[in-house]
């Protein structure tokens, strides 16, 4: 609850009546300072004038005061330069490490903020603050949204960042992995990066005009092509497989060539998998698009629009298996062209993470932008998160509001983090009109 409190001081909620020390003199708060979240005192560089003097300097808040010998404070002396202490229940002095005894403010949590926010905190409903959504103003939604937006690219940049330093500044490599890892489109997106990882590209570069040698490439350094990759209840069929037989050998003389191994095959996951997302059709189509060379990083830099991009990262597996979804098991014909959602999805999670991070590294604020109007391109996705929202009267208009939505979600509804979130403080003011 002592969070709540913090809260109330951040956002100025005070009551009605003139504030005053606990020994009787008038206080006004000028600015409540900057919020500490690290160790020393909560609030830094505040203003305060107390009995008609300035004060400059920092606050601690605490529940009880007596909270602030608990915490003893009265010994460390990164708090004597505490100007004021602010606590909801006042049942003792306080005094700093050099003996100087501290005005202090008390500071009631108000009724409405307390029940809101123990409503918000305890309810199992998603969104818990629906009920205020549709009594927002479109000015205060489009200001959240937005900072949300930019909260996510910048965490997702910094992902794609952190790929960077571990290829030592290798920015191909860095979208391989990328790629590769939304390519597992979630439940393989682990393994996708694994295998991403370790992958020979220096191997795969050297026989990049041969797509039988890729296959064999992406799909033996996977494991896939391994016996025990293969289902129990497929492996005959699958050791009959003619194909199978040749991508085995030709995997056999790259591995010796390269000096590569390949990683376990326990990593790839199928349960609840539609065929069309299992990891063989995934990597060949993956296989075919480093084939075709439209997806790499200069293409990408330079698209401006989803039509381009669609265009690079357009891809179709190999022949056998617009008949197959598995070695050995025959289905029927299906092209499986990369399709249009999927292509999105792609844009969405790679694309425009990596044109933020290029941006950042290079210190280019045009490829920010264009990361941000790539999404303003793209339709909503259209999951549980943004059916929720949408059914609270939430207007979602395109893959720019569906990602803050998604951070909204992940970053502060999951952590029950309200008090961080504005339309979590729209709801704690109980404010209903609109603005």
Request: proline content about 5%; glycine content about 4%; some cysteine.
């Amino acid at each position: 609850m002592e969070k709540l409190l913090h809260y109330v001081w951040k956002h100025r909620i005070f009551p009605l009546e003139p504030l005053v020390t606990t020994d009787g003199h008038p206080v006004e708060i000028i600015d409540v300072g900057l919020h500490n979240t690290h160790a020393g005192p909560d609030f830094f560089n505040a203003k305060v004038r107390i009995d008609g003097t300035l004060w400059v300097g920092n606050v601690e808040i605490h529940l009880r005061s007596s909270d602030w010998q608990r915490h003893g404070h009265q010994l460390d002396s990164a708090y004597n330069s505490v100007i004021l202490h602010v606590a909801e229940i006042v049942d003792t002095d306080v005094v700093t490490s050099d003996g100087k005894r501290l005005p202090q403010l008390q500071l009631p949590i108000p009724a409405s903020v307390r029940e809101n926010y123990a409503r918000l905190s305890t309810t199992d409903d998603y969104p818990r603050c629906w009920p205020i959504v549709p009594k927002l103003s479109t000015l205060m939604i489009h200001s959240w949204m937005s900072a949300l937006l930019a909260e996510r690219l910048q965490e997702r940049a910094q992902r794609c960042l952190d790929r960077l330093a571990s290829t030592h500044g290798d920015w191909q490599h860095t979208l391989f992995i990328t790629l590769a890892r939304n390519f597992g489109f979630g439940v393989n997106g682990e393994a996708f990066e694994m295998w991403a990882r370790q992958f020979p590209l220096y191997a795969a570069a050297k026989h990049r005009n041969d797509p039988f040698q890729l296959e064999a490439l992406f799909l033996g350094s996977a494991g896939l092509l391994a016996p025990e990759s293969i289902p129990p209840s497929a492996r005959e069929a699958a050791e009959a497989d003619e194909y199978l037989k040749k991508l085995r050998a030709e995997w056999t003389y790259l591995a010796h060539k390269f000096q590569i191994s390949s990683m376990e095959s326990h990593h790839w996951r199928y349960l609840r998998l539609r065929p069309q997302n299992f990891p063989h059709l995934r990597l060949v189509q993956l296989a075919q698009l480093y084939y075709r060379q439209t997806a790499e990083l200069s293409a990408l830099l330079h698209a401006t629009t989803r039509e381009d991009l669609h265009a690079a990262l357009a891809t179709a597996p190999s022949d056998y298996w617009q008949t197959h979804y598995l070695f050995g098991m025959p289905s029927a014909y299906n092209a499986k062209h990369f399709s249009s959602a999927s292509c999105d999805l792609i844009i969405i999670n790679t694309v425009c993470p990596m044109l933020f991070a290029y941006g950042i590294d290079h210190h280019d604020e045009q490829l920010q932008e264009r990361a941000i109007t790539l999404l303003e391109q793209l339709k909503p996705e259209q999951n549980f998160i943004i059916r929720q929202w949408q059914q609270c009267g939430l207007t979602v208009a395109n893959a720019a509001d569906s990602q803050a939505l998604v951070q909204l979600k992940r970053e502060y509804c999951d952590r029950r983090d309200c008090l961080r979130c504005r339309i979590a403080y729209e709801y704690l003011k109980g404010r209903t009109s609109d603005e």
